[in-house]
Structure formats: C-alpha cells, structure tokens
C-alpha cells in the first residue's frame, strides 16, 4: 500500500500586532483546566489542613487587623462593625493580591512547557487567576456567618455580585498579563510583584472606607481598579448603602483598559516568550 507523507505544520510569529483568536483558545480549553487543575493540587500538596488554608487565612488577618485598626486606630468604618466591614473588603482583595501574584510568575514557573509546546500562551496566567477562584468561594463561608451573628440580610444589590466577581478576575488576569510578560524580560518583576501588591493594599479601601476620602477626591479611588470595586462589594453583599454607579462604573472602565493593554502588551511579547523564559 501507498503510504502518505506525514503532514507538517509550521508555526511563526507574526509581524505587528497579533489578533486574539478566540476559537483557538476555545480549542485549548481542555488545557486550561488542566492547568487550572495542576495549580489548585500544588497549592496544597503535602500540607496538613488542605483547603481550610482558605479559610484560616483572612480570619486570623481579620482579627489582627480589627485588632489594630477598629480597636486601637479607630478607623471608621461606615457605621458597620468593623469584622464584617474589613472582612467585606479582604474577600476580594486576598483573591485579587493572589491571582495577580500567582498569574504574574506563572510564565517563568511554567518555562519547561512553553519551550516544548505550541497553546496560547495566554492560557498560563489565565488558569493562575481561574485557580483562585475556589480559595475565594470558600472564603466566602466566613462572610456568611458573619452576617449571619450579626444580623445583616442582602438586598437587592446581591444580584450585581458575579458581575463583581467577574470583574475581579478581569482586573486579576489583567494585571497578571503584564506582570507576567514583564517578568519574563526582567526577573527583576518577581521581586517587586509582594512590593506593589502591598501598596496596592493600602492604596485601595480594603481597611478604611471610601467615606474617609473628601468627595472631591473620591473620583481619584476610582483610578485604582479596585477602589469602585471593592467598594461595591460592601454595598453588594451587606446591603447597607446603595451602589456608587459611577465610581463603580469608572472602575470598570479602568478594569478593562487595564486588560485590554496588559492583552496588547502580551501577544506583541508572545513571539519571543520561548526564546528567553
């Protein structure tokens, strides 16, 4: 019998800026949750109480921190008290701050599957941030029965919650995408990523309100892609103001230039990942 040449694919980088193809990531799919999988077992592989990380985690930051800023500082916080009010704000924020560290060393930490394998790359800090995602709903239990000791019921607002979740991991994958392409160029960028997510910390209103800030320079909160966002969180989940739309919606905004730019910057260094990681 005839036998027929084995067909070759060639894959080369393309010149200019390279095009999002969704139906190739759609393709690979299977590899994201496989990635995902991988990343959720080598977070707690060999450790002793497994998942309940996730949960002793934000309570023991929460009792520290009302410790030391609704006891000693007396830190306003808009008139709710100050665990449920913290805890509101470190919910997401600790799922943000791991995404972001997570998916921004997840390129170099994946180096010997990058340079023998063609996927998108993109996947890698995608499946880091997707990966988070089962810390945070875990997490989430502790709000609820905070709310629960201290009586305080969703509104309405509640429906607006996977959209902020959504938007959480948006702003996540994100940032995660240029720290990630940076971090490939310069290694520098793994030991500067705890330095910004610390400052990013206090420059967010995961600690104090958004209240504490003169309304004139509220608008500044919004910069920051986390300020309108964690602060929605609050009105979303505990129901005891309405939603600042348009600090929300500046947010927003913020979010997903911040994403579109970080995607631009990463397919424009996606060519040269494999020469260098």
């Known amino acids: 019998m005839r036998q027929t040449a084995p067909s ?6 393309r010149k200019g800026w390279v095009p999002v193809d969704l139906k190739e990531i759609w ?12 990343d959720i077992k080598v977070r707690y592989k060999q450790t002793v109480l497994g998942g309940l990380w996730a949960i002793i985690q934000p309570a023991f930051t929460m009792i520290v921190f009302t410790f030391f800023f609704g006891r000693l500082a007396k ?3 808009d008139g709710l008290p100050y665990p449920i009010f913290f805890y509101a704000g470190l919910l997401p924020w600790t799922y943000f701050a791991n995404a972001v560290s997570a998916s921004g060393n997840s390129l170099v930490g994946s180096a010997n599957l990058i340079t023998k394998v063609y996927f998108p790359r993109s996947i890698v800090p995608a499946s880091s941030a997707l990966a988070g995602l089962l810390d945070f709903f875990i997490a989430l239990f502790i709000l609820g029965g905070l709310m629960i000791y201290y009586g ?3 509104g309405a607002g509640i429906v607006l ?9 948006v702003c996540a994958v994100g940032v995660g995408l240029w720290l990630s392409a940076l971090n490939v160029q310069y290694r520098d960028i793994r030991y500067a990523i705890p ?6 910390m206090f420059l967010s209103p995961v600690i104090y309100p958004v209240s504490l800030v003169k309304g004139e320079y509220q608008w500044l909160l919004a910069l920051n892609p986390m300020g309108g966002v964690i602060h929605a969180y609050r009105a979303s989940l505990l129901g005891h103001q309405p939603v600042d739309w348009p600090l929300l919606g500046l947010s927003a905004v913020i979010v997903v230039a911040l994403f579109l730019g970080g995607l631009y910057y990463f397919r424009r260094m996606e060519k040269v990942f494999a020469d260098v990681v």
């Open 8 to 13: 070759l694919t060639i894959i080369e980088p």
């Open 27 to 38: 393709n690979y799919r299977e590899l994201l949750y496989f990635l995902t999988k991988r």
């Open 75 to 77: 830190v306003p916080s």
């Open 152 to 154: 305080f019921t969703p």
């Open 161 to 169: 919650f996977p959209f902020l979740v959504a938007l959480t991991f």
């Open 195 to 200: 330095f910004l997510i610390q400052i990013w």
